[in-house]
């Protein structure tokens, strides 16, 4: 069987048997633009976690690296756009700034404070 969408040409045996293992092969089906493909999906794609929406209260790092500046503390007022902390990465000074108006909730970090991806920063009321 041929499918052929755009440019994508997707081919599927049915009944197929993988030759090295002799196992039969078993594909999953995702739709996508109201048509419907199979596929063969890997384990590790499989275990990944579904994407969630990130919280925009919540300031998080972007990249690993050491915070340099914070120019804000609990309780701060302030406007979108203004500068929240300087966070060093690969030897190169990146500006946090604020993506709201608002009033600091809580800051998780200090001058001097190794951070890793992800790691929360500030947070929003």
């Known amino acids: 069987?041929?499918?052929?969408?755009?440019?994508?040409?997707?081919?599927?045996e049915q009944d197929a048997i993988n030759k090295d293992s002799g196992e039969e092969?078993?594909?999953?089906?995702?739709?996508?633009?109201?048509?419907?493909?199979?596929?063969?999906?890997?384990?590790k794609f499989k275990a990944k976690k579904p994407f969630q929406e990130p919280n925009p209260k919540k300031i998080?790092?972007?990249i690993p690296g050491k915070?340099?500046?914070?120019?804000?503390?609990?309780?701060?007022k302030v406007k979108e756009g203004e500068i929240?902390?300087?966070l060093e990465a690969m030897k190169m000074n990146n500006s946090i700034f604020s993506p709201m108006k608002g009033t600091i909730k809580e800051v998780y970090v200090t001058a001097g404070l190794s951070v890793s991806k992800g790691a929360l920063l500030v947070e929003f009321k």
Do not use: C, E, G, P
């Open 25 to 43: 092969i078993v594909y999953d089906s995702f739709q996508l633009d109201d048509i419907t493909y199979a596929t063969i999906l890997t384990d």
């Open 84 to 86: 929240l902390l300087v």
């Open 67 to 76: 915070i340099k500046k914070v120019y804000v503390k609990k309780r701060s």
């Open 1 to 12: 069987m041929v499918y052929l969408h755009s440019n994508l040409i997707i081919m599927i």
């Open 60 to 62: 998080v790092a972007f």
